[in-house]
């Protein structure tokens, strides 16, 4: 078999077998197959796509191309959830204490955050002490003891999608569905759990921009999961504005102890119970979505969801007592007050412009190599719908260092400003399963 020869098959548009897939990735994990090959083929997928049955090979080649993770020596039902991810998406800071104060075990690996997406990992490690890097013994024994561990992903784990997915980044191949989820799907297949929900976001700072698209993703990955007889189920949420109100490390996860302490902003609070409850009915905790929610907003209102993130953090080396007491979060040196240029309704906060502007503050990586400054970022201070007039603040700059102006700017233009007045937005549109 020659790779050149599946290359043109895919450009002529024609179906993959089992055999040709394989090659590819197995080659192409053990290096016999050079990135310029894998880029070709990436494009034709990208150009003219692949069925659900070329979908599904790909995703079980990738998910056995390196280790999978048996999670049956922790008992009980695990549950996973994954975002495709977007701007000030703490949600799993808040989503897994939470259903693990509902005795539901959450043995989550997560990723870090590239461009204008921040990720959980770097979320979690602006708290002092904690560490991610946790050996496999130590996980598993950490879910059994507390029903939750939220820890970096081994390099051993689905090592295809590593390098295919490096290679997509700098060869323009990200967005393409069979792409995607593939990649998200052998990930999370390999991780173990019993279930997964997805968190599908579309708008402006995501991957997908539309409704149509996003729910095109959903439908393929929990298919993937369907035939792989693994509960998978879908949400399709909005990213036409940054996720509650804080964009940044630190104060991501203020935030999301403050919603833990029933103080959160309200599409945060409705994403995280919603989810929650999906979760809570896929391991059969409960019967209802309904049941679901009464029983996460109890947890939230009797602050065990809280005591379940103080334990995570205790059990993952953290001080426990930056959860306690968040003012103890070191404070950036300059908090600047973004002032709104016209009166009107804001009909949106471009997700991806102010996520580029805050990861331009510190609070993201433009490359892997950057270091990240956990206490600056954007604190929200209007969502889309908010009646603003001239002169009013839109949202709060922290940042280290002074002089700031040419990103000021780009925070103050991402706010799309209009004389008509606008509902708010919904957070979440659909359940895909
Ligand atoms: N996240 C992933 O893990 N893979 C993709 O291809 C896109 C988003």
Sequence with gaps: ????????????????????I???????????????????????????????????????????????????????????????GGVGDKTSLVLGPLVASCGVKLAKMSGRGLGHTGGTLDKLESIPGVTIDIEKDRFFKQVN????AIVGQTGSLVPCDKKLYALRDVTGTVNSIPLIASSIMSKKLASGSDTILLDVKFGSGAFMKDLDSARELARTMVDIGDELNRDTRAILTDMNQPLGLAIGNSLEVIEAINTLNGHGPSDLVELCVSAGAIMLVQAGRVK???????????????????????????????????????SKF???KY?????SNKDGYIKEI???????????LGAGRATKEDIIDFATGIVLEKKVGSKVNKGDTLCKVYSNKEHVESIL????????????????LPIIYEIVE
């Design 22 to 84: 394989s090659f590819f990735v197995k080659g192409f994990t053990n290096g016999s197959i050079p990135d310029y090959q894998a880029s070709a083929l990436a494009m034709a997928i990208c150009f003219n796509g692949m069925n659900k049955k070329e979908i599904g090979i790909l995703t079980d080649e990738m998910l056995h191309s390196g280790d999978t993770i048996d999670l049956s020596s922790i008992e009980g039902k695990k549950v996973d959830k994954h975002s495709t």
């Design 409 to 424: 700017l780009e925070v103050v233009e991402s706010f799309k400003i209009t004389n008509e007045e606008l509902k708010t």
């Design 350 to 360: 471009n997700a991806l412009e102010i996520g580029e502007a805050a990861m331009k």
């Design 288 to 326: 209802t979505i309904e049941e679901g929610k009464e029983l996460l907003e109890e947890n939230i209102n009797n602050k065990s969801a809280l005591n379940k993130l103080c334990e995570m953090v205790e059990a993952q080396g953290g001080d426990a007592s930056y959860i306690k007491d968040p």
């Design 1 to 20: 078999m020659r790779m050149v020869d599946i290359i043109i098959k895919k450009k002529e548009n024609k179906e993959l077998t089992r055999e040709e």
């Design 145 to 148: 003891d507390i029903g939750i």
């Design 330 to 332: 070191e404070k950036a």
């Design 335 to 339: 908090i600047i007050d973004v002032k």
